[in-house]
């Protein structure tokens, strides 16, 4: 059964960048046809969609925060990350990771979720 | 201000019928796009519900039943439950921004 496991600091001061790992268990990032993705929710709010990265390194990205997002893999960890620069308090949030299938997310929505993780974003 | 837009809160007695829409516009749902549901329990992540329109993945009680037309999409659930009481989600593709998107939320109550 597939699991992802995301983690990283839960405390980063404003203007700093924020990184966060997600950990697959029971299956290969490398298997075609699967994104990774990173979805985040400020608490109290909903759902916003940050970026997804392919295996081989392609990456599609949320426009209003692709100039602060960084995304990255390492096949042999099975490891996915998450840089988000120029942190805010407006970046706290629980961060969490997804799979999905296409590049567009429109085949089984995002299956399976990570637990999340909670970052605070204060000095 | 989501693409998709979802009423913030809807309510059932135990046993009744709700239904959850999810609006949207000419760049997301009615662009053709599929949409997706996801449930989220008090304290936990997001969980797939309903895939590409009204696709159940196993495990999911028949009792959750989605929709699509023109520009919007429903959720719907018959013979409501107390462990139905959570927040649920839409989500789709937006051409315009190029991006994947959700609804607000929907917080279901059930009385």
């Known amino acids: 059964q597939l699991q992802l496991q995301e983690s990283g600091p839960g405390l980063v001061k404003p203007s700093e960048t924020l990184s966060l790992t997600c950990t697959v268990s029971g299956g290969s990032i490398s298997s075609s046809s699967y994104y990774w993705g990173w979805i985040r929710q400020p608490p109290g709010k909903g759902l916003e969609w940050i970026g997804s990265i392919y295996y081989s390194g392609n990456t599609n990205d949320n426009p209003p925060l692709k100039s602060r997002v960084t995304m990255s893999v390492d096949t042999s960890k099975n490891q996915v990350y998450l840089k988000l620069s120029s942190v805010t308090a407006a970046d706290t949030a629980v961060y969490y990771c997804a799979r999905h299938e296409g590049r567009r997310a429109l085949v089984r929505g995002f299956d399976p979720w990570g637990q999340g993780t909670l970052v605070t974003v204060s000095s | 201000q989501s693409e998709l837009t979802q009423p913030p809160s809807v309510s059932g007695a135990p046993g009744q019928r709700v239904t959850i829409s999810c609006t949207g516009s000419?760049?997301?749902?009615?662009?053709?796009?599929?949409v997706h549901w996801y449930q989220q329990l008090p304290g936990t992540a997001p969980k797939l519900l309903i895939y590409?329109?009204?696709n159940r993945p196993s495990g999911v009680p028949d009792r959750f039943s989605g929709s699509k037309s023109g520009t919007s999409a429903s959720l719907a659930i018959t013979g409501l439950q107390a462990e139905d009481e959570a927040d649920y989600y839409c989500q789709s593709y937006d051409s315009g921004l190029s991006a994947s998107v959700f609804g607000g939320g929907t917080k279901l109550t059930v009385l």
């Open positions: 000419s760049s997301n749902i009615g662009a053709g796009y599929d």
């Open positions: 590409r329109n009204s």
